[in-house]
C-alpha cells in the first residue's frame, strides 16, 4: 500500500485543520492507519491511529481532546481532524500503518504534509 498525507498549511492558534490519508495499491480496509507527526530537531511523535473498520481508536496524550481521527474505506482515505490548534502542534504529519493494533509503530510511511500554527 501507498500512502499520501494531504491537506496542512499555514494558520492561526486555535483554528482547525482536517488532513487526509489517500491510499493506494491494495485496499486501505486492510490496514490499521496512523498519524505521527515530527518538528524540526524533535523525534517522531505517535499521534493517534484508527483500526481497519473505523470503530477503534486511541490517541497521543499531547492532542488527546483536541484532534480526531477517522476513515471512510469507501474513498480509501483516513483523516485526522485537528481542532484548537496550537504552535507546537507545527510539524510535519505523517500517516502509515499500524501492524500491530494498540501500538505506536509505524510502517509503510508516506510522503508527509507540513502543518505550520502561528501565534
Known amino acids: 500500500v501507498q500512502l499520501q498525507a494531504s491537506g496542512g498549511g499555514l494558520v492561526q492558534a486555535g483554528d482547525s485543520l482536517r488532513l487526509s490519508c489517500a491510499a493506494s495499491?491494495?485496499?486501505?480496509?486492510?490496514?490499521?492507519i496512523g498519524w505521527f507527526r515530527q518538528a524540526p530537531g524533535k523525534e517522531r511523535e505517535f499521534v493517534a491511529a484508527?483500526?481497519?473498520?473505523?470503530?477503534?481508536?486511541y490517541y497521543g496524550d499531547s492532542v488527546k481532546g483536541r484532534f480526531q481521527i477517522s476513515r471512510d474505506n469507501s474513498k480509501k482515505a483516513v483523516y485526522l481532524q485537528m481542532n484548537s490548534l496550537q504552535p507546537d502542534d507545527t510539524a510535519v504529519y505523517c500517516c502509515?500503518?499500524?501492524?500491530?493494533?494498540?501500538?505506536?509503530?509505524?510502517?509503510?510511511w508516506g510522503q508527509g504534509t507540513q502543518v505550520t500554527v502561528s501565534s
Open positions: 495499491g491494495q485496499a486501505v480496509s486492510w490496514y490499521n
Open positions: 502509515a500503518v499500524i501492524r500491530d493494533w494498540g501500538t505506536t509503530q509505524g510502517d509503510y
Open positions: 484508527i483500526n481497519r473498520s473505523g470503530v477503534g481508536s
